[in-house]
């Protein structure tokens, strides 16, 4: 039972260097679900991710997030990541002089936690094989993180690294934007292999595909910092079909973007 997570966010408002961005957002994720947070530009989803995982930079001015009735946001990064929060970013950090596989050792026994880390062969073994998963070549195990990778490739060096942290909750903030097809299929399968009761998706897209190959049980439409709207997978596919505007007429929002306003 307690091996099932279930993230509350309470009417969460968050703000970047003073300026208001999420307005009051509420939403229960549960093991198992997958839930979608669409939205266009501007509208505050990557500023909820980075709060989540208690970025700095944003500052959590309002509202409660609990993972399992535990206070999220009185946790420190890394016992974020220890409690089995992952959050693969929009545009993820280039970092010189740390490998790929030194990071991703790293990030393997912040999870695990002190005591408890994963053995050198071990660790090998499932690297490469996750790597091979995912299509991405053996090589890009030794290089700087990041460091010259395509888009593509970041992208999927992303899922890798969920691959193998095997976090509780998922967040994945445009994890599909600059993928081909092909990479696409890619990274929707290492999703659903995932996908267990042990384990909820948070998926931030601004298009509908990745959806075609993860069915989300929920989607949920942001707007002005706040979710406005909500359904089931159908709701995505009108949105691919339709556009935003109509949720902007039936709401009576002009501006869907936030910190516009004088
Ligand atoms: N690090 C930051 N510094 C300054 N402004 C930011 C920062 N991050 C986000 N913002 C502002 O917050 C608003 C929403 O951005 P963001 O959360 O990235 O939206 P989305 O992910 O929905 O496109 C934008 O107006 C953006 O300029
Ligand atoms: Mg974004």
New binding site residues.
């Given amino acids: 039972m307690s091996n099932v997570p279930v993230l509350t966010i309470s009417d969460l408002k968050a703000s ?2 003073g ?1 208001e ?2 307005k009051g957002l509420s939403l229960e994720i549960k093991g198992g679900e997958v839930h979608a947070i669409m ?12 709060a989540l995982m208690g970025h700095p ?2 500052e959590v001015t309002d509202g409660t997030v609990t993972l399992n009735g535990e206070d999220v946001l009185e946790m420190a990064v890394d016992e974020r990541a220890r409690a089995g929060l992952f959050l693969a970013m ?1 545009y993820p950090s280039e970092i010189t002089g740390v490998t790929n596989s030194d990071f991703l050792r790293s990030a393997i026994n912040a999870r695990r936690g002190e005591g408890n880390e994963i053995s050198l062969i071990r660790f090998i073994r499932q690297m490469e094989a996750k790597m091979k998963e995912l299509d991405i070549n053996p090589e890009f195990a030794h290089r700087y993180l990041n460091e010259g990778f395509s888009g593509g490739e970041k992208k999927r060096n992303e899922i890798l690294q969920m691959m193998l942290i095997e976090p509780k909750i998922a967040i994945l ?2 994890i599909d934007s600059g993928l081909d097809i092909d990479a696409l299929k890619i990274v929707a399968a290492g999703v659903n292999a995932l996908r267990s009761p042990e384990r909820a998706f948070l998926i ?1 897209t ?1 298009y509908q595909r990745l959806l075609n190959y993860v069915t989300p049980d929920f989607v949920h439409v ?1 707007m002005q ?1 706040r979710i406005v709207k909500s359904g089931g997978p159908e709701l995505a596919e009108r949105l691919e079909a339709e556009g935003y505007d109509w949720v902007k007429e039936e709401l009576g929002i002009v501006d869907e ?4 306003e004088v």
């Avoid at 939205?39 to 980075?50: A, C, E, F, Q, V």
């Fill in positions: 970047v260097e300026k961005i999420v939205g266009p530009n501007g509208t505050g989803k990557s500023t909820l991710s980075s930079k944003y929009q903030d445009e931030i601004h942001m910092g973007t936030v910190g516009q």
